[in-house]
Nanobody, 118 residues
Framework: VQLVESGGGLVQAGRSLRLSCVAS????????IGWFRHAPGKEREVVSC????????YYADSVKGRFTISRDNAKNTVNLQMKSLKPEDTAVYYC????????????WGQGTQVTVSS
């Protein structure tokens, strides 16, 4: 089982990044997928989630209107388009596969660093 994130990097505030998470080793379309982030000195927080069938999406208040989550079950991929990035978005971003509205997390990726400079 693998969840592999990519797309992180160093960007200036106001710019965009797109994170991708590619899954393998399990039945992808049986799981909701979420993006979480963990910044130094802070607790890990959920950023966005998308349901198995792409009909329900959740965004944290801090990213609403700036981030967009999408999934392609044919490619076992979930993307997180991040626009108007802010320094406070700096964190390691993880994707995870889970159930029951992500209250149960079955699989985690290794994370990708996003750094936003002011």
């Amino acid at each position: 089982v693998q969840l592999v994130e990519s797309g992180g990097g160093l960007v200036q505030a106001g710019r965009s990044l797109r994170l991708s998470c590619v899954a393998s080793g399990f039945r992808f379309d049986d799981y909701s997928i979420g993006w979480f982030r963990h910044a130094p000195g802070k607790e890990r927080e959920v950023v966005s989630c998308i349901s198995m069938s792409d009909d329900t999406k959740y965004y944290a208040d801090s990213v609403k209107g700036r981030f967009t989550i999408s999934r392609d079950n044919a490619k076992n991929t979930v993307n997180l388009q991040m626009k108007s990035l802010k320094p406070e978005d700096t964190a390691v971003y993880y994707c995870a596969a889970g159930q029951k509205k992500m209250t149960i997390i079955d699989y985690w990726g290794q994370g990708t660093q996003v750094t936003v400079s002011s």
